[in-house]
Every structure is written in C-alpha cells, then in structure tokens.
C-alpha cells in the first residue's frame, strides 16, 4: 500500500491518504489500498479506533480522480461508483469508531469518504462540498444518501443542487463537523479523541456502534429490539464484569481486556 499508509500506535491506528500531489484524489489504486487498509483494520484485534487523514497540507481528499473519471463510458462509470461504494460502506461498517480528521479539502468522493467516518473532526482551514452536478455527474460514493441523512435534505439539496462549498464554520453549524481545530492541533485531538475512545470497553463500544447504525435503518420498534440484543450480549464479557466490579469495589477499573 503506497497510496494508503497505517500507523499502530497503542490500541489506536492512524490511516493516511498519500497522493499529496493530487491532493488525494480517489483513483483506482487509492480505492484499491482503501480496501486493503479496512481489511487490515478489521482482522487487527488489538486496533479499537480509526483515526482518517490525508497527507500533506491542503487536502483531506479533493475529490474521485477527474482525470480517470473524465473518459469513463456508463458501464464503467457504474463499476468505478461501485466499487467506491463498497469500499466505503466496508469502512462505514468497520466494527471499531471512525474518526475523520479533515485537514483541507472534502470535496465530491473526499466528503464522501468522511461521511463514511463515525465522527468528523476538521482543520479550521477544511473545506466541504458536493461539487459533482457543477461537473456534470451526481455524487457518486454515497453523498446524495449519507449527506441528507446527517444534515437534513433541506442543507444538503441546497449544498448538491448548488455545488458551492462550505467552510468550516458552516460546517460545524449545519452539523456536518463534530469539532473544529487550529490545523495544527487536529491531529493531537483526533488521536486523543480515538485514545479516550480506546480506554473504553472495546465490545461495548462496538455493540454500541451496531446499536447505532442498525437502530438508524428500522422504525423505533425494531430499533429498541437491537439495542437489547447487544446490551444483553454485554453481560457475557469480561469486561462488562470488571467495569462494573469496580465501581462497586470503589476502585478504577483494570484496562480493558476486550474480552
Ligand atoms: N482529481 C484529479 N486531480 C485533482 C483533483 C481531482 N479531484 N483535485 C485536484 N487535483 C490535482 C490537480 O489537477 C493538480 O494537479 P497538477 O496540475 O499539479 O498535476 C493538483 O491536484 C493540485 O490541484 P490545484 O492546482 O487545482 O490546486 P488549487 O489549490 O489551485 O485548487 C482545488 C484546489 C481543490 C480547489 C482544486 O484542485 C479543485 O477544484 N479540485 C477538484 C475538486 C472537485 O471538483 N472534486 C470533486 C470531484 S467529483 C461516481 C463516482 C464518484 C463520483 C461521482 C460519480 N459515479 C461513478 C457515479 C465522485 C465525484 C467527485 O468526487
């Protein structure tokens, strides 16, 4: 993988998107070693949080690559959003917390990407947008989907519709970004925040991430019906015993087994 590097450090693990020159734009290879990260992640035991970025200063991700997209015919368009948007719902559905750290431009599949992420943080210098209808395509990795579902349709017709870009500030304010830093200080309070998160115990912070998601797809009834399974599924770790133990006993729990 040479246009996806991966960092352990700790229980945590920091993924970077290098095609600096490019300012990260998704092309085949990108995708391809995207993939290879998740599935890197996912059989990795010891990994309890993601934290995304992208190299070099100025872009998160700028976009699926134009250059490559410019040519493609309506089969190969299809086959080039699928297998975008299977790399990014692996990603979405990655067991352990995602976090995104935009560091530059999220634009087209780069806010895509970070909305395949649990948690968006950015650099006060971020910029969003969806500007795919201005270059005469819809988004494709998911944007129309995921964007209405964490803004509201409303926000997100108007950002796709318009295709104009958002910066940081807005972002926060329409709910797109959790938090926003001093470009500086984002990776520091990403990979706090995804250690804070790794403290934690690992299952139950995976049960509650399922909790989440699957409760998002079904109607109230259903939903509450999954969050008993998993609270349920919680009673037969390890973990659960220890934490609970130790606020009885009036001491500070062991680590964490994830067990
Ligand atoms: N693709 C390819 N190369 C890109 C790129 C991109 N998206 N964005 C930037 N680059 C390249 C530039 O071509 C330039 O390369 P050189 O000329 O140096 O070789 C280098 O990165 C630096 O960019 P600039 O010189 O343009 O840098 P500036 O600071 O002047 O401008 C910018 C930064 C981010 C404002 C500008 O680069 C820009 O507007 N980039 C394009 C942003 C954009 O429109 N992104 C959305 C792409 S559309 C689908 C599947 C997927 C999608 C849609 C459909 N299906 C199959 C249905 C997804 C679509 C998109 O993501």
């Known amino acids: 993988m040479t246009n996806v590097l991966l960092e352990k450090k700790g229980h945590i693990a920091v993924a970077t998107i290098n095609r600096p020159k490019a300012l990260n734009a998704l092309n085949s290879q990108v995708l391809e070693d995207l993939n290879e990260m998740v599935e890197q992640v996912k059989a990795d035991e010891e990994i309890y949080a993601l934290v995304l970025t992208g190299a070099g200063e100025k872009a998160f991700v700028a976009g699926a690559d134009i250059g490559e997209m410019s040519s493609l015919t309506k089969a190969e368009g299809e086959s080039f959003g699928k297998k975008g948007n299977d790399v990014f719902r692996k990603l979405e559905t990655l067991p352990i917390p995602t976090i995104a750290a935009v560091n530059g431009f999220a634009l087209g599949g780069g806010c895509e990407l970070a909305m395949s992420c649990d948690i968006r943080l950015c650099a006060d210098s971020a910029v969003f947008g969806q500007p ?124 964490y087994q994830n067990k």
Not at 145 to 161: E, F
Request: aromatic share 4%.
């Open 132 to 255: 795919e209808a201005g270059l005469g395509i819809t988004p494709g990795f998911g944007g129309t989907q995921r964007l209405a579902r964490l803004v509201g349709p409303g926000m997100a017709k108007q950002m796709i519709y318009t295709a104009k870009n958002i910066k940081a500030d807005e972002a926060l304010r329409i709910g797109l970004v959790n938090a926003i830093y001093p470009v500086e200080e984002l990776m520091a309070a990403a990979e706090k925040m995804a250690a804070t998160i790794a403290k934690n115990a690992p299952i139950a912070v995976r049960a509650c991430k399922k909790a989440i998601n699957d409760g998002l797809q079904v109607d109230m009834d259903q939903a509450i019906v999954v969050e008993e399974k998993l609270f349920g599924s919680c009673f037969e770790t390890a973990d659960q015993k220890e934490g609970m133990s130790a606020f009885l006993d009036k001491r500070k729990h062991e680590p």
